[in-house]
């Protein structure tokens, strides 16, 4: 009786970790090279957020993580050896609607994405035209 309450709890974690091994590995995290949460006036300097970070040639997008109080327009430029990214982002809403509810979600309408053509240093600038106070969250992913 004894070897079968040993070997009992053996097989299953046995068994569990033969599980694990089949299943998918896990999703890699989104290759981001650059990351701004912009909800604080301190940050901005004249209005504007600026910020330098390394960058590799490659195609790049742009991820916005906004709400109802973000920036109207959101002002971005991204300048590096050789090339140079300016665009401005529009914030629209869109009502989502169930059975039992309604509310709005937010996006940035524009371009959001650019190509590096050389790996070296990049500047951002951020200009959310006046509304320093609107919080978003501005992230550059690698393709």
Known sequence: MNKKITIIP????????????FVDPPLEKDNVIFHATLADPELYVNGVYSETFMINAGDYHFRFVPNGSSPK??????SGKNFE???NFELKSQLQQTSISKYYT???DGM???TAPE?????????????????VSVDILED
């Open 10 to 21: 053996v097989v299953v974690i046995m068994g569990i970790f033969v599980g694990i091994s």
């Open 73 to 78: 327009i959101l002002s971005i430029s991204v």
């Open 112 to 114: 959001e994405s650019f």
């Open 85 to 87: 990214f300016n665009k």
């Open 106 to 108: 937010w996006s940035y």
């Open 119 to 135: 790996s070296g240093q990049a500047k951002i600038t951020i200009n959310p035209n006046g509304n320093e106070m609107g919080s």
